[in-house]
């Protein structure tokens, strides 16, 4: 049974930056790629970036492409989400999905919550204006 912890988020400025963690246990990451998800309060739940179990690939929502950066230590088993010129908009609970997937180099941005295999409970991100 595969467990995902998020870490790192908190209460931010406008325009300033978090890196979120995504560490797992109890398993490995070698075939599962990683989505970030957030939930806004009052809105459903969005896919904003994944990377391949390879680490070879990642994609992002154009909500954040260009502010935020997903990457991943295999041999820690974490996933990091580094968030720059953060608004308010991105205030939201922050969650990591696995997905298993053979394909270790592919990822889906898109992919709806109900398909991803293991969660995390989230992390909290506030940006303050």
């Known amino acids: 049974q595969l467990r995902l912890v998020e870490s790192g988020g908190g209460l931010v400025q406008f325009g300033g930056s978090l890196n979120l963690s995504c560490a797992a246990s109890?398993?490995?990451?070698?075939?599962?790629?990683i989505t970030w998800f957030r939930q806004a309060p009052g809105k459903e739940r969005e896919g904003i970036s994944c990377?391949?179990?390879?680490?070879?690939?990642?994609n992002y929502a154009d909500s954040v492409k260009g502010r935020f950066t997903i990457s991943r230590d295999n041999a820690k088993d974490t996933v990091y989400l580094q968030m720059n010129d953060l608004r308010p908009e991105d205030t939201a609970v922050y969650y990591c999905?696995?997905?298993?997937?053979?394909?270790?180099?592919?990822?889906?941005?898109?992919?709806?919550?109900?398909?991803?295999?293991?969660w995390g409970k989230g992390a909290l991100v506030i940006v303050s204006s």
């Open positions: 109890g398993g490995t990451l070698d075939y599962n790629y």
């Open positions: 990377i391949s179990a390879s680490g070879t690939n990642a």
């Open positions: 999905a696995a997905k298993s997937n053979f394909v270790r180099t592919l990822c889906s941005v898109t992919s709806l919550p109900g398909s991803m295999d293991w």
